[in-house]
């Protein structure tokens, strides 16, 4: 009886999960994750040193990530605990002692000026507005700064920060087929390829091991997910076609004498 042998592009077909079409897990700028933070201030400008109001139609540029360059902007000193891979965080922003009217804007450090604004205040009057402000991604930039700000007229600016997104971390990924198709792709990029039954149809990960579903030898073929070694083979019943693990067994069906087996 001919073996059959799984390749990656075939696993990554049957389970649907074709890589084109498909962003990367853990992208830096779309499905980040929140992570909250004591108010902090960052930005003070009225403070010594910090440079005071920005000027009417100026652009002043800000730090919000790491430990540094927070004293000159009337932040906290050491920062406010938001870390270098962060890319947007919860701020919020007051205009203080504005003269005149006007507006604020910001955006990402390096990026283009937005129209539209973030504040927008009255003579006299402080006005506050808390916001998901995106700000420089080392990803894909040189992030000297991380916010620029534009001031419509003169304005102190104060900003205390609440909380950041970030990417999800890679090593904190636990979705078991993604483990799993990261693995095999591994192998399969050293042209590697694993006997198993007669033509394979599915495939689950443990968190250990590869299981994967024999039509039409009608097994269960257990592999070594790092190695690709056989560690078993299991009688499934007639046709095992779909294959799964809820934590603690493996459960196989059978698809012509409509039953399910657990391995």
């Known amino acids: 009886m001919r073996k059959g042998m799984i390749i990656l592009g075939c696993m990554i077909a049957l389970l649907g999960m074709e890589s084109e079409g498909y962003a990367e897990l853990g992208d830096t700028g779309a499905d980040l994750i929140y992570t909250p933070v004591p108010p902090c201030r960052i930005i003070d400008t009225r403070q010594p040193g910090a440079g005071g109001p920005i000027p009417g139609n100026g652009i002043r540029d800000f730090v919000v990530v790491g430990t540094t360059g927070f004293e000159s902007q ?6 406010c605990g938001i870390p270098e891979d962060a890319t947007s965080a919860m701020v919020n922003f007051i205009a203080v002692g504005p003269t005149a009217s006007g507006h604020l804007r910001a955006w990402p450090y ?3 000026k937005p129209n539209a604004s ?4 009255t003579p006299g009057v402080n006005i506050a507005n808390g916001l998901i402000q995106p700000i420089c991604n ?4 040189t992030c000297t700064f991380d916010l620029s700000m534009f001031a419509a007229s003169d304005v102190s600016v104060v900003a205390d920060v609440l909380g950041y997104f970030r990417r999800f971390p890679r090593e904190q990924v636990h ?6 198709l990261l693995r095999w792709y591994e192998a399969n990029q050293m042209n590697n390829t694993f006997a198993v039954g007669d033509s394979p149809y599915a495939i689950a990960f443990d968190g250990t091991n590869i ?3 024999n039509l039409v030898s009608d097994n269960v073929t257990k592999l070594n997910a790092a190695t690709g070694a056989v560690v078993g083979t299991y009688p499934a019943g007639d046709s095992p076609r779909t294959i799964a693990f809820d934590g603690a067994n493996i459960w196989v069906t059978n698809f012509m004498i409509d039953k399910v087996s657990k391995l």
Do not use: Q
């Open 211 to 213: 299981w994967v579903a």
């Open 118 to 121: 973030i504040v927008n205040f």
């Open 175 to 180: 979705n078991p087929l993604k483990v799993a």
């Open 138 to 141: 080392p990803a894909n930039a």
């Open 110 to 112: 390096g990026g283009t």
């Open 74 to 79: 009337g932040g906290n000193v050491g920062g």
